[in-house]
């Protein structure tokens, strides 16, 4: 049976053979790279890390329209020096990609994200354009200090490119400025917040467990149960009744009497 589920696939692993020496195990990083395409193969990631180095390893996992993909890579000279200066965003075979030292956790990667702003119905010029070329920005994003962005499609086929500030300063700076692209002009917008379930504790699953539980008995009752139970109700209220009818019956004949 096929699993309905495709976007929380297996992480699927790629061993190329090659192993670092005395000479280069310096130069060797562990890297998580975000943003890839998920129509890119595994051939097609690996023909595209030749181009930082030499992958000794890597692993890869789809996640809806993009893929995560972890490297353990022997990285020539002029990529690694990009990668250990810090710099949050590169390219893979001219695709501009989001990169992190592969051992931080992923709070750690999502820190990056705090402070981030959209530009909603980006035209298509500036949202197929590589603004990143190797380690090279471009001026609009070094205008307003993006860190980082990324180019997605909402399911409604709206462009947006998402941007990444590493200070909260920058971010309003540029959530405060305007700026044209062929005579019109755009604003940034914050993004929306994703929405979390907050997952329920032991009580609360307990709690609701138990009640749905007491609608299910007294649902699936017998309606001969149902029945005595309304019954025996009205015969106490009857029972009540007649107490009180006796009552006022005795008070009466007392006032007679005297």
Same mark, same amino acid.
């Given at each position: 049976m096929?699993?309905? &589920? /495709?976007?929380? $696939?297996?992480?699927?692993?790629?061993?190329? =053979?090659?192993?670092?020496?005395?000479?280069?195990?310096?130069?060797?990083?562990?890297? /998580?790279? #975000?943003d890839?395409p998920?129509?890119w193969?595994?051939?097609?990631?690996?023909?595209?890390? +030749?181009?930082? %180095?030499? !992958?000794?390893?890597?692993?890869? @996992? @789809? $996640?809806?329209k993009f893929?995560?993909?972890?490297?353990?890579?022997?990285?020539?000279d002029? /990529?690694?020096a990009?990668?250990? =200066?810090?710099?949050?965003? #590169?390219?893979?075979?001219?695709?501009?990609?989001?990169?992190?030292? %592969?051992d931080?956790?992923?709070?750690?990667? @999502?820190?990056?994200?705090?402070?981030?702003?959209?530009?909603?119905?980006?035209?298509?010029?500036?949202?197929?354009?590589?603004?990143?070329?190797r &380690?090279?920005?471009?001026?609009?994003l070094?205008? #307003?200090?993006?860190?980082? #962005?990324?180019?997605?499609?909402? !399911?409604?086929?709206?462009?947006?490119l998402?941007?990444?500030?590493?200070?909260h300063s920058?971010?309003?700076?540029?959530?405060?400025? *305007?700026?044209?692209?062929? &005579?019109? /002009?755009?604003?940034?917008?914050?993004?929306?917040?994703?929405r979390?379930n @907050?997952?329920?504790s032991?009580? $609360?699953?307990?709690? &609701?467990? %138990? *009640? *749905?539980?007491?609608?299910?008995?007294?649902?699936?009752?017998p309606? %001969?149960?149902?029945?005595?139970k309304?019954?025996?109700?009205?015969?106490? *209220?009857?029972g009540?009744?007649?107490?009180? +009818?006796t009552?006022?019956?005795?008070?009466?004949?007392?006032v007679?009497?005297?």
């Open positions: 096929v699993a309905m &589920n /495709t976007y929380r $696939q297996a992480a699927e692993k790629i061993i190329t =053979g090659l192993s670092a020496t005395e000479a280069n195990e310096a130069h060797v990083r562990h890297i /998580t790279v #975000y890839i998920v129509e193969t595994q051939e097609e990631i690996l023909q595209a890390l +030749n181009s930082w %180095g030499n !992958p000794i390893k890597c692993s890869t @996992k @789809k $996640q809806r893929q995560t993909v972890w490297v353990k890579i022997i990285l020539n002029e /990529t690694r990009h990668f250990d =200066g810090g710099l949050w965003m #590169y390219t893979l075979n001219d695709l501009p990609i989001r990169w992190f030292p %592969g931080w956790l992923l709070k750690e990667r @999502k820190n990056r994200e705090r402070f981030c702003l959209v530009w909603k119905n980006c035209p298509e010029s500036q949202h197929t354009q590589r603004l990143v070329t &380690n090279l920005q471009s001026e609009f070094a205008k #307003y200090s993006v860190k980082a #962005y990324k180019a997605i499609k909402t !399911p409604k086929g709206e462009r947006q998402i941007a990444f500030f590493e200070r920058d971010m309003l700076f540029a959530l405060r400025t *305007s700026f044209d692209i062929n &005579n019109i /002009t755009y604003t940034w917008s914050r993004s929306d917040p994703p979390q @907050k997952p329920r032991d009580h $609360q699953k307990q709690r &609701n467990r %138990g *009640s *749905s539980s007491n609608k299910m008995s007294s649902s699936n009752r309606k %001969g149960q149902n029945q005595n309304t019954s025996k109700k009205k015969h106490k *209220s009857n009540s009744t007649d107490v009180f +009818n009552l006022v019956d005795l008070l009466k004949k007392l007679s009497d005297n």
